[in-house]
């Protein structure tokens, strides 16, 4: 990361939440603790999560490949750091992407960018380094954009050669100010993989648009909105739409009730209440929500019940309920799907609502590993 000139600061400026998606294939890396053992641990953990059918090899290389980048995405400032690891018709493919949140002080977006602009040619003079306008969720932005090579060594241990191997890598970065003049986001991919170059770059250019903030102010005022918030007209991502659908079937048949199914089947692309509490209000997860008609209202009751437990033996987490009435789940010990079903009394109707895991990365006005 280029680092720019701050001067002392003179007015305090407003805190942001700031957050943005990323899809659910990205694996996040430990950033967040200090402390080795526990980063490790986190690590295996995802390497074992990304490679369940790995040889332990191919573990390894992948543990020691992150492990080894961990501390330098921490120390040059990184919030966030998470890889994918695809499979392209039998051929693997992996990129990383980071977002940075640099402090500015005493300095307005106008001059940021032009200084970003000038000191990433002069670092950079073979590479494509551009003022461009782009999209957020916050509507357009200007931004700096550079795109060109970062090669980079494998260690010994990570090299399949068993010898270090310099390794041919493209990456893209985008320096954003927020509208505080107190924060500089920067985005960064980047993947050795050239010969899936412009899938990444659409991807990249579709998680940077992504990109929202709000106030406190803000945050507390869309937390004391109504829940039922207003569908945006954005199609959920099929892949995540196909697990909805698989967790519903669960649910009907952990329910173990038949009724009409006919009205109230709908798939949208929605905001959770989490990152709605918070006032960033763009898409960040799907919903599928349905009901089942014509069933009395003590079956129905008997089948809260039946659902409750059976997922529980399972190992979903109850975050709420009441019997015969309600009940609230969640999987992968709350971060995962999450399943809420009511009964509507006196109608023999149950609405049942599963929703996809939040898909963004939210950072706080006091999140930033500078303080």
């Known amino acids: 990361m280029s680092e720019l000139t701050t001067a002392a600061p003179a007015t305090e400026p ?10 659910p294939f990205f694996h996040e890396l430990p950033l967040g603790t200090d402390d080795a053992e526990e980063a490790a641990e986190q690590l295996y953990e995802t390497v074992h999560k990304v490679m369940p059918g790995g040889t332990d090899q191919d573990r390894f290389r992948m543990f020691v490949t992150y492990a080894g980048i961990i501390d330098d995405l921490r120390n040059a400032g990184a919030v966030y750091a998470g890889f994918c690891n695809l499979d392209f018709d039998g051929r693997p493919s992996t ?53 060109g090579q970062a090669p980079f060594t494998l260690t010994a241990e990570a090299s399949p050669t068993g010898e270090p191997l310099e390794v041919p890598r493209g990456q893209i970065q985008v ?73 519903s079937s669960r649910v009907l048949d952990g329910l173990g009730v038949r009724g009409r199914m006919d009205e109230g089947n709908v798939v949208s692309a929605v905001t959770c209440a989490d990152c709605w509490s918070k006032g960033l209000t763009t898409v960040c997860t ?27 033996s399972q190992g979903w987490l109850k975050l709420a309920g009441t019997p015969g009435e309600s009940v609230s789940l969640a999987a992968d010990s709350g971060t995962g799907h999450r399943v809420n079903v009511t009964v509507i009394h006196g109608r023999q109707r149950l609405v049942v609502e599963v929703v996809a895991p939040c898909t963004r990365t939210v950072r706080g006005p006091d999140d930033s590993v500078f303080g």
Request: proline share 7%; hydrophobic share 45%; glycine share 4%.
């Open 175 to 247: 320096y954003i100010p927020l509208p505080n003049n107190a924060d500089l986001l920067a985005f960064e991919l980047s993947t050795p993989c050239m010969e899936d170059w412009d899938f990444y770059s659409e991807l990249f250019a579709t998680i940077v648009r992504t990109l929202d903030w709000a106030t406190e102010e803000q945050a507390e005022m869309e937390a004391a909105l109504s829940r039922a918030q207003p569908v945006p007209d954005v199609a959920p991502d099929p892949a995540v739409v196909q697990e909805l659908y698989s967790f």
């Open 14 to 23: 407003f805190a942001l939440h700031v957050g943005w998606v990323v899809p």
């Open 95 to 147: 990129a990383t992407v980071a977002v940075y949140r640099m402090p500015l002080h005493d300095i307005t977006a106008e001059d940021v960018l032009s200084e970003a602009l000038s000191g990433l040619r002069r670092a950079y003079p073979d590479d494509d380094v551009r003022l461009s306008t782009l999209p957020s969720g916050k509507g357009d932005s200007e931004a700096v954009v550079r795109i």
């Open 286 to 312: 799907a919903r599928h929500l349905w009901q089942i008609d014509g069933v009395e209202d003590a079956q129905l009751a008997v089948a809260v019940g039946r659902l409750d437990e059976t997922f529980q």
